[in-house]
């Protein structure tokens, strides 16, 4: 291209750039002939300046196209396909892909890894012995046609622009642009190549968007670049008040999700689960309607067809498959468990399970990343056993925290006690209801 | 520091950030410990978002502060400076200069070269044969001392930070920030040390600032800084719908500069040097108000006291000082000399001479630069022979244009032919009124 910056300009006016500027732009980064100074500067002037849908879908676009796609051609079971914007103990990947695999879809999730109070997919997963995430292609594709699904991490051959854009956002101060970070989203779900994608918005003090307002404008956006690509788009706004479940830490979560597919595991993240898993049968065709839907991923978890379906993909991908049913004891566990409580002078009612601050105590725990290049303790974390709305008695454990040793527990403590509120007035529980976009 | 992102993300949402805070982000991005691609978020996050008078102010000591500075202990002059946002055919520095000295003031002008349709003093004053623009900062100091006045190259101790900001801001699309093109300005005014100080702020076609609306809005800027920095400081604005003067071009303006130091220069340019001259005078306490100091300019020029300063300048700086008066054929002439006319049905008065589309002649006929390499042609230009307001017969030429050659004067006629415009009625001429801030 022959220079940036009567696009930086126009962009910093307010104007709106073509689909072939925003393709000569990105693609001029990718080649490094746009310089990383001139990318800040418009990613700024985006950051300030918002993007049409029309310009959103041409850059998610150009993005898609700066790397490989996958298609399926002759696949006998329609392509799904869900993202979550990132919460505290979201584990409802590993309960929903197995699920709608046993319900004939086929379901590639490719996942990220933890960083700050949010957990990985791909971290949690790792916890279970032998687990590869990092499967080659070819591998992968086999294994999808074999049995209907795989857990993997993001392939680097897929939307290279994204990469490199995204490392430049976090040392820029661009990260939290609504286009970019729907294009970010977006141009990952398309490259992959799923008709139907369901999108799991998140919001309140452990998600990245913190309103419900906010959660919606980012949901919308996300449906209307999924539908101008051609795809069928819906997204779902859940509130992440306090975590999704009761783990949070990797193996714990694991377990938790097991629970969850044989029908022991908490309300909420059944609950998420039946929500997501009901859209995408109803858009892929699997079920005629929602309701249906959720019909038969209640029959599919009580016939043990989705613990069944984890144990064949767990074991696809070299992991111990015992995990599930027969030996969970092979998941890592932490030497120190000991329970948390509060004395709160005659409050009996849980006001405030801060998801932000208990992903902070895991993180403490050792159970996450502060930088890209921390290792993980996979047998840490936290165990909710109240939730907000709960009455409690003086003295009784709101949470295990399961450490490596006394001082990180104590360390853990201190977190959760600015995250736990007491109320000496009776609550409602949090139970935000879902919305559905698209 | 530790890091740029909060700093950058604050200046997104539109929050001041401390003095400190910008001494430090500056101070990293010279040091090169803030890389360039977050100084251009920062840059652009600033254009969008605007920067509080305080910020402006401690932005530009911070810059100030990245090099050295200079001071005059014991001479017994007033040091004045001033300061031209740049326009078409401007020579005023050549005129002001040594006026001001030959009346009692140390007169320090650091300048730089031209870009696009606008000219720079150091190009015309090298046209000078012998002329030497980049002085040791001890031989000029010294010179200062000696006669009163210097007119040099900006030096590259003072300011290191502004060109390294400038070079960024150029290929970021940052370039038309107010606080950021005040900074720019008012740091090397500060760093050169001068106690009183004149801004001549213009608008117009042919000037960086279109409006007036715009150029009060710089002036007042300026103002602020120099006065925030317990500087005597005032601005004056002027318009530049037409050049200023009637030469354009290299030598051609030297030669107008010199008669109008001998009393047989254009109008407009002897009404800007007073009225700049008489501000500083005022300021420095040379005169004891404006019309005095005006009273002052007028006697030096009548009596050849600023000719013969310009003399000393010019053989103190290794120039050949018979130009001024014995020898001015030793400036530099084109070959081909072409009188521009336009044949106009009947139209009699001039409309407009439009300054930009006179710097584009005279970029075309060489007398300029269109990218920094570029070397300029000191013999070439445009002589103005009308101006707006003035009535013109059938064939009259509207302009001289001095070229190398007859292909060059034709595309140099083009470029007049869109500048030049004719009316059928009477127009009153372009003097728009001074302004004065501060």
Chains 1, 2 share one sequence.
């Not at 977006?186 to 309103?211: E, Y």
Request: hydrophobic share 45%; proline share 6%; charged share 25%.
């Amino acid at each position: 291209m022959t220079s940036a910056v009567p696009l930086i300009e126009r962009k910093k006016r307010g104007e709106a750039l073509s689909a072939g500027e925003l393709r000569a732009l990105l693609n001029g980064f990718v080649a490094k002939e746009v310089p990383d100074y001139q990318m800040a500067a418009w990613l700024m002037a985006v950051s300030l300046r918002g993007m049409t849908d029309d310009e959103t879908l041409a850059l998610t676009q150009a993005m898609v196209e700066s790397g490989a796609t996958l298609d399926w051609p002759g696949l006998d079971r329609p392509t799904v396909d869900k993202h979550s914007t990132g919460g505290v103990g979201d584990k409802t990947s590993i309960v929903l892909v197995p699920l709608m695999a046993a319900a004939g879809a086929a379901f590639v999730k490719m996942s990220g890894r933890g960083l700050g109070h949010t957990g990985g997919t791909l971290d949690k997963l790792e916890s279970i012995p032998g687990f590869v995430c990092e499967l080659p292609l070819e591998e992968m594709r086999a294994q999808v046609r074999r049995i209907g699904c795989a857990l993997v991490g993001q392939s680097p051959e897929l939307v290279p622009a994204d990469k490199m854009t995204y490392a430049l956002r976090d040392v820029t101060g661009t990260v939290d642009s609504v286009p970019l970070i729907a294009a970010s989203i977006m141009s990952k779900k398309l490259a992959a190549g799923a008709r139907s994608i369901v999108l799991d918005v998140k919001w309140g003090s452990g998600a990245f968007m913190q309103t419900l307002e906010q959660a919606r404008e980012l949901a919308s956006v996300l449906v209307r670049i999924g539908a101008g690509a051609g795809r069928g788009t819906r997204a779902v706004l859940s509130g992440m008040r306090q975590p999704l479940g009761g783990a949070v830490g990797n193996a714990l979560e694991v377990r938790e999700a097991i629970d969850t597919l044989t029908g022991a595991g908490p309300a909420d993240l059944w609950a998420l689960t039946l929500e997501l898993g009901s859209h995408l049968l109803e858009m892929s065709g699997l079920a005629p309607d929602a309701a249906e839907g959720r019909a038969t991923l209640v029959r599919l978890r009580d016939e043990g067809a989705g613990a069944r379906m984890l144990e064949r993909l767990i074991e696809a991908q070299h992991g111990d498959p015992r995990v599930v049913v027969r030996s969970p004891d092979l998941l890592p566990a932490a030497p120190v468990v000991r329970p948390f409580s509060v004395d709160a002078d005659g409050a009996r009612w849980v006001a405030a399970a801060d998801a932000r601050g208990i992903g902070e105590a895991a993180l403490a725990l050792g159970a996450g990343r502060r930088t890209k290049t921390d290792a993980v303790d996979p047998a840490v974390g936290v165990v909710l056993r109240a939730r907000i709305g709960d009455r409690v008695e003086p003295g009784q454990p709101l949470a295990d925290v399961h450490a490596r040793g006394d001082d990180a527990a104590e360390q853990a403590f201190a977190a959760l006690r600015t995250a736990f509120r007491l109320s000496p007035d009776p609550l409602p529980p949090a139970g935000d209801p879902y919305e559905t976009v698209g």
